[in-house]
């Protein structure tokens, strides 16, 4: 009786000991973990007004987010990423070449690096730099990108993607053009 008595308050001391550790723990909103792609702010490099895009976790303090700076180019027909370590804008989409294919692998925030191949007049499609065109599981990779809008001024990109657990999101991205931005933009 005596042994039984005690496993009872062993009991009710362990679930006692529970309760109270469960209101440290606090709960996470997983909407909050999954990655972003967004528009984030109009920047200046190189006394240049760029697009800052972010590429990451969403995180309460923005600038500990993965961003990159973008430059659209209506009169080519071109977007640009800057490279940081080379100091130079490189090609991700050249919008007015047909057989559009990058030469190099294209690096977004915390995404996975991917090519990409124009499949229509709106579409391109995104694949690994692998010689097999897949990814490793558990990666964050861009799937493909759709021109929403294009006009003299504006830009206007559904960036589709996965994230790690293969959940499938889209991020819209609203890049200007500078030289154009007291334009009225054409419907």
């Known amino acids: ?10 009991i009710i001391l362990l679930c006692a000991l529970i309760m109270c550790f469960t209101n440290m723990v606090k709960g996470q909103i997983l909407e909050f973990y999954r990655p972003i792609i967004v528009t ?9 007004k ?18 990159e700076y973008l430059k659209y180019d209506s009169d080519k027909g071109v ?3 800057y490279d940081e ?3 130079v804008f490189k090609t991700v989409l050249c919008l007015n070449n047909q057989n559009f294919k990058s030469k190099e692998e294209i690096k977004l925030g915390t ?7 124009r499949e229509n007049s709106v579409n391109f499609i995104a694949t690994s730099p692998y010689g097999d065109g897949r990814y490793p599981s558990h990666h964050k990779i ?3 990108i759709d021109i929403l809008q294009k006009t003299k001024k504006t830009l206007v990109l559904r960036i589709n993607y996965q994230d790690e657990f293969e959940w499938k999101y889209f991020g ?10 007291n334009l009225e933009d054409d419907k």
């Open 1 to 10: 009786m005596q042994e039984k008595r005690k496993k009872t308050k062993l």
């Open 40 to 48: 984030y702010k109009t920047g200046t490099l190189n006394n240049e």
């Open 50 to 67: 760029i697009d800052l895009g972010i590429f990451d976790y969403f995180k309460q303090d923005t600038s500990k987010m993965k961003y």
């Open 79 to 81: 977007l640009y990423k």
């Open 85 to 87: 370590p080379r100091k």
């Open 111 to 117: 995404f996975d690096g991917f090519v990409l191949k």
């Open 142 to 144: 861009i799937k493909s």
């Open 172 to 181: 819209i991205l609203v890049l200007t053009d500078y030289k154009y931005e």
